[in-house]
């Protein structure tokens, strides 16, 4: 009897127990995908670290095929890679490409093969005889099979959700002879591979044909994620020697294709299915996974439906419907096991055991047992009802029980603590008595007492009330009056202390519109003040007025000082700007050294301008520290006037906001008002800003070459490059119109590449052309300065138009040299070794230092053409000519004076031994059409 019992109580968990086992014996779609969805997620989190990828991927993309031809390439093309790669010293080599038939170039292609010594061919299955379902061998034709170090198969599994995650280890026709592609090319980097292939070998001269393709060793693979990807090169850019040989050295390179079209693909679990991963990566994926220890195998059918077992005999033996609920409930969490004990296969064993058939039989034997629960809960329910209508709602609330002519029957502890007497002294009482003596809203609280019972129905006040205890404390209530039996029986009053959750709520809405640090309202506060005050002046007709207050120069506070002085120097900053405007305005901080303040309810613009002098000299005053030193500090606003200069708050607070920035670009400490000048200038500047990227794109610039003369001789020495631009509908623009909306935009990097391209693309046409090499300086900009990239730019440049560096030299200004020495020092070292010549233009403009200019490997020193131009009338210009010729010639630098236009000038350059001039006085800039007749000239 006891048995059957037993059985009884458990037949779901049993039923659960033999449906999760029979599921792990028998693959069912759902649960399957389940499981893959599953390892995508556990995977990644258990992961085995690895070590840092050492494999590219050479990608036949769509640019390889623009430009080497449709595809199938000639296999000279292939014999051409194999030999740069390696050249270029790489461990081996992968192909995710079948070459299945003779082909033209295949005997350079084996010769190839057989001189790289590391590269693998992939055998792939395919349909055999055409009048029955066989499967074949694909392999590679016998001379590249023979020249080939290894041979790979590149078979993958499709799992039941149609991804791919998996490969095997061996696959063949009848007999899985082949090595995974991954598998033999880490055989051969790591120089383990031992394979049958050789010259003669039989098992490259003809592919087999069987009724079966076999696999063995499963290579399930991990989730491909991109912190795994991997890095990706163009065959083309190999193909041309576009790359750095240390990019490839040592490492291990999969060749394949990626052009759309010309692969299936591979649909991955992270992959779009519209755009699935390329084969070539997926096997590159599958060598990083070999190489780090990452791949994994799933539990055989037995395994996982033993372990399933395993799982769920535990609950089937303890929760039985007799179980306590707690302990049930903390049970609840159990499903989360079997997904640990994957985690933990994966992690420590490498085996993949699928969790879903043992979770879903917990749920469906947790079901049951819960079922099981609620009816004997049932049960004990229906036994108890009537002496549990008016049980407490909560332990932690004062309640009171009434009956039906509202006398207390009960006082639970709470409440006779509130109201400070016990339920002896109030049995039989009154609640009105009880009410007037300890609550104010006394009268609120039997009015809603007398709707509770006469309309039998529970009431929850929104609104809390004062309640006094007799010592004297007060707190804040919230009443729940609840009726017993519709209100025949009476009614339950509970009275829940809200004091500490209001003094909460009221400090949170204080913190999240008031700033931390001042105390002041803050951005969300500010703006829903700005927006009553405009919403009030479309009724009233007074103005809004917005100061937007910024400190000038207080990053160096920061930075100088430490951040606790600047935290100070805030705090007293806000004092000031409260104590400087009327108790109705409102002075908010707008964040970091920025404050706002809201005038409103004003007529005159003359007491907005009043107000703010009255800021800026408060702000002037000093401020003193802790340790008694002491600072001045100044101040921008900018303001902006509502309804007039626009009645919605964003637009406004950007007006203040773009007159304050106008007035700090005018040396600050200022007031400035917003006009519509300054949004004009904002139009114009954001035009100009999108119509020099345009022009970048379009191919609108132009270079001119303004020739450079050696004044002894009066040869041509060389051409400064100058850029123009050709603006469609303008003409042609200087650079002074447009340089400086490059330089705040970011532009000016990309314009200085396009420069560097042009000239010495210009360099190459004219050597070309047979004419006399004649140098070319470019122009370099502060940010083209910023990193090194500059460097391999300017060599690629040369290498790719076979140039002589000496040809080209850099110019940069004093003040670039100059903003960070040190760097730009080490910038020109390079510049130096590759030969290229280093010009500093504009000399004497700047605040040079000369120990720094010494350490800088410079060329040319170009005198600035404001000195030249006051030689002959201003003495003091004439003496920094002369100074600076000395100097230069004195550090072993060639001289260039800019601006030469008078004859007078260049006497007095040639008297003192300038080198090189420049200027009007020899020619204009000219086109490049022009230009290239001075070098014959000079040449003659």
Known sequence: MQIKQWLFERLGWLIAVILAS?????????????????????????????????????AIDEASLVTLGRWPWSREIHARLVDRLTDDGVKAIGFAVLFPEPAPGDPQLASALSRSGRVVLAVAPGLGSPDQPRIREIIPVQPLAAGAAAIGHVDVELDAD????????????ATAQWSALSLAVLELSDGRWHGPLGQDSAAVTASREASYWVRSGELLLPYPDAESALPVVSALDVLNGR??????????????????????????????????????????????????????????????????????????????????????????????LPLVVSALGLHLTGWWFPPTASA??????????????????????????????????????????????????????????????????????????????????????????????????????????????????????????????????????????????????????????????????????????????????RRKEHLVALLFVDLDRFKRINDSLGHEWGDRVLKIVA???????????????????????????????????????????????????KDGNSLLLSGSIGISIGPQDSDDADTLLSMADEAMYRGKQEGGASITFYSSAMNTWSRDRLSLENALRQALANNEFELFYQPQIEIGTGHLVGFESLIRWRRPGVGLVAPNHFIPAAEESGLIRGIGEWVLGEAISQLAHWQ?????????????????????????????????????????????????????????????????????????????????????????PISEL???????????????????????????????????????????????????????????????????????????????
């Open 22 to 58: 029979l599921a792990g014996l028998v693959h069912v779609g759902p649960l399957q995908r389940i499981d893959l969805l599953l390892y995508d997620t556990i995977e990644p989190l258990v992961r085995l670290a690895g070590s840092p990828g050492q494999t590219l991927i050479v």
């Open 162 to 173: 149609a991804l791919v995650r998996r490969t095997y280890r061996h696959a063949g026709a």
């Open 243 to 336: 790359l750095p040989t240390t990019l490839f050295r040592d490492k291990t390179v999969f060749v394949g294709p990626t052009a759309t079209g010309l692969t299936a693909g591979l649909v991955t679990p992270n992959a779009d299915r519209t755009s699935p991963m390329p084969a070539v990566e997926f096997h590159a994926r599958a060598y990083e996974a070999l190489r780090n220890g990452q791949v994994y195998r799933s539990a055989d059918e037995s395994m996982v439906s033993l372990l399933t077992l395993l799982l769920l005999i535990p609950p089937t033996i303890v929760l039985s419907p007799r179980f306590r609920l707690r302990r049930a409930l903390f049970a609840s969490a159990y499903p989360i």
């Open 360 to 537: 879903a039989g917990f749920l469906f034997g947790y079901l049951w047992w819960f079922v099981q629960l609620l009816r004997r809960t049932r049960r004990r329910l229906n036994v108890t009802r009537r002496n549990s209508d008016a049980t407490l709602r909560s332990i932690a609330d004062a309640v009171i029980t009434l009956d039906g002519q509202t006398r207390v029957v009960l006082l639970n502890p709470v409440a006779e603590q509130l109201t400070g007497i016990t339920l002896t002294q109030a049995n039989g009482q009154g609640i009105d008595a009880l009410l007037d003596r300890c609550c104010p809203e006394s009268s609120e609280i039997k009015k809603l007492l007398k709707i509770c019972l006469d309309e039998q129905k529970t009431l929850r006040p929104p609104e809390s009330f004062t309640w006094a205890r007799p010592d004297g404390r007060r707190y804040d209530l919230r009443a729940t009056l609840t009726p017993i039996d519709g209100g025949r029986n009476g009614a339950v009053l509970a009275l829940s202390d809200v004091t500490d959750a209001l003094a909460l709520t009221s400090r949170l809405v204080h913190d999240a519109t008031h700033d931390p640090l001042t105390g002041l309202p803050n951005r969300t506060l500010l703006l829903d003040r700005l927006r009553q005050s405009l919403a009030s002046t």
């Open 575 to 625: 004092e000031r700007l409260v104590a400087a405007v009327r108790a109705d305005d409102t002075v908010a901080r707008w964040g970091g050294d920025e404050f706002i303040v809201l005038m409103d309810d004003f007529t005159d613009r003359g007491a907005v301008a009043s107000v703010a002098s009255k800021i800026l000299d408060l702000l002037d005053r000093e401020v003193v520290g």
């Open 768 to 856: 070309n052309a047979g004419l006399p090499p004649v140098p070319v300086s470019v122009n370099i900009s502060a940010r083209q300065c910023a990193d090194t990239s500059i460097i391999q730019l300017m060599r690629s440049a040369l290498d790719g138009k076979r140039l002589s560096p000496k040809l080209l030299k850099i110019e940069l200004t004093e003040s670039t040299a100059m903003y960070n020495p040190d760097f730009v020092a080490t910038l020109l070292g390079s510049v130096g070794e590759l030969g290229i010549g280093i010009a500093v233009d504009d000399f004497g403009t700047g605040y040079s230092s000369l120990s720094y200019l010494k350490r800088f």
């Open 862 to 940: 170009k005198i600035d053409k404001s000195f030249v131009s006051g030689i002959a009338a201003n003495t003091n210009d004439a003496a920094i000519v002369r100074g600076t010729i000395a100097l230069a010639h004195g550090l072993g630098m060639t001289v260039v004076a800019e601006g030469v236009e008078t004859q007078t000038q260049l006497t007095f350059l040639a008297g003192h031994h300038c080198d090189i001039g420049q200027g009007y006085f020899f020619a204009r800039p000219l086109s490049a059409d022009e230009a290239r007749r001075l070098p014959t000239k000079a040449a003659d």
